[in-house]
């Protein structure tokens, strides 16, 4: 079997197309790389979602915590400090084991016991609770000058928020930001060891990869290949978030120093 | 009973794990440090690869890994004339002098050697982190602090001992904090590795129980264990938390950073 072949049956095995049984002995590098990288669609999946909705909701808890109402602050701090405090793995074993015994009461719930969204559900929690304090702590480290500027001008309320809070917020705490994106993209690795049920073999990345380490008996190969994508997926993160940032802070003088072009040096 | 001491094997995991990996971190930044490019590229490698792979892939790839390593050691040393080569399609064949532990010790050896593959697996990885903790450490000293050394007549090596190292902690600690914090949180991992912990008795103690094979028939108690489960390690996170704040002001004594200086004009 070619490998263009190959990689027709199972560039979209996770989602349920293509052929339907795995490959059973003698697996190429071809297949391997195929079917792995086929997982990471999964991931992404799990790793973007969570990111979106998790910044909104990350900008919501920074500011709950930093509000002097207490009826807002009280939990937000609490929610941030359990999610924060206790491992990514137990939130997912402990999820699901809530969410198995909660479709048992309301059996709408039925969805929430499966990865695309139970598992999407607790990454998602988890980086909001990250994130909202990495953002709180940006929140607080606001220059002073700023908002006494927005206030002399007249400038308050939601309009204050919009224009001046909330874009100095995101400048403040995107290096870390980007730091907590990379961790939540290598949390995705963990689901498939969650308990969440992978159903017709169709799995993400590290269930693939530790399937062929299992039949082989060879972690030399579905493993690096595995971090190879993993590394790739890390790469594409800090440009993309390095291109954000850099657009965060275009307003601000720029550290490179411009130099007289060559024709000007020329003729000095 | 099984289930209270594997409480004790992840506190002992992480008594050991810690210095360990803060060993490899040592020796890592001043690999990456060395003047001799060789070394150095190895330390920035190290650092760089681990980093950017999702943990549990590593945990996966390197106890099977490591493992199969110290098989075909111990095998080339006590076989040398073994004709049949060791990778027979999908197995991995050593002779049975080479097996590791020997199948015929007793229990205890073979949970010792998987615990302890999974100690190195641990340190290797968080040994990645902190050296990068460290090597910024070693870099935010004060270059003043080192021509003074030098002016005094220091070898490259006592300064380096004698003033670098005392001082880089300090610099060093939000880090090795934030490090610590993370080690704690990947210890449920083990159960991955093989060995019996927290996890694995939680899923075990948890599962439905029907009449017929147990005294104590119950339902699904899953959620309340690994709802244990996050208390402890929310305890144990916020203990850390404050040992590592006492710390702190403990180590800027007399340092020339902000904290220190705060120190001593309160102290006058």
Known sequence: MSCAQTIQDYALRSIGYGERLLPREDYTLCEQFTLIGSGMIWNVYYGLVALLFGFFAATGLA?????????LRKPAEFFIYVFRGSPLFIQFFFAYAVFLSLKQSFPILQPLTSAWLGATLVLFFNTAAYSAEIFYGALRSIPKGDLEAADAYGITGWNRFK???WPTMLRLAWPSYTNEAIFLFHGTALVSFSSFPVRGQKGDALYYASYFADKTFNPFIPYPILAFYFILLTLMVITVYGMIGKRLNRHLPQATIRRPSFMRTLFR | MAFYSSFATVLVLLAITAPVALLFGF???????????????LGKGYTAIVRGVPDIVFFMFFVIALDQAFEYLRHKAKCPDWSEPIRQGNDF????????????????????????????TFAIVFGAFAANVLFGAMKAVPRAQLETAEAYGMSHRQTFWRILVPQMWVYALPGLSNLWMILIKATPLLFLLGVEDIV?????LGATKSPKFS??????????????????????????????KR????????????????????AQ
């Open chain 2, 27 to 41: 020796a890592g930044a001043t690999a990456a440090r060395s003047r001799f490019l060789p070394l150095s590229l």
């Open chain 2, 93 to 120: 064949v050593v002779c049975a002098q080479a097996k590791l532990p020997l199948s015929t010790s007793p229990q205890w050896v073979h949970e010792t050697y998987g615990f302890s593959l999974a100690v190195l």
């Open chain 1, 163 to 165: 224009r001046i809070t």
């Open chain 2, 247 to 266: 710390i702190t002001v403990r180590l800027s004594h007399g340092q020339a950073t902000a904290a220190g200086e705060a120190q001593r004009k309160a």
């Open chain 1, 63 to 71: 500011m709950a915590k930093n509000s002097t109402n207490s009826w």
């Open chain 2, 200 to 204: 694995y008795w939680a899923r075990e």
């Open chain 2, 215 to 244: 005294d104590y028939p119950h339902g699904n108690w899953h959620a309340y264990y690994f709802f244990g489960l996050l208390v402890f390690y929310l305890m144990l996170t916020s203990v850390s938390e404050r040992v590592f």
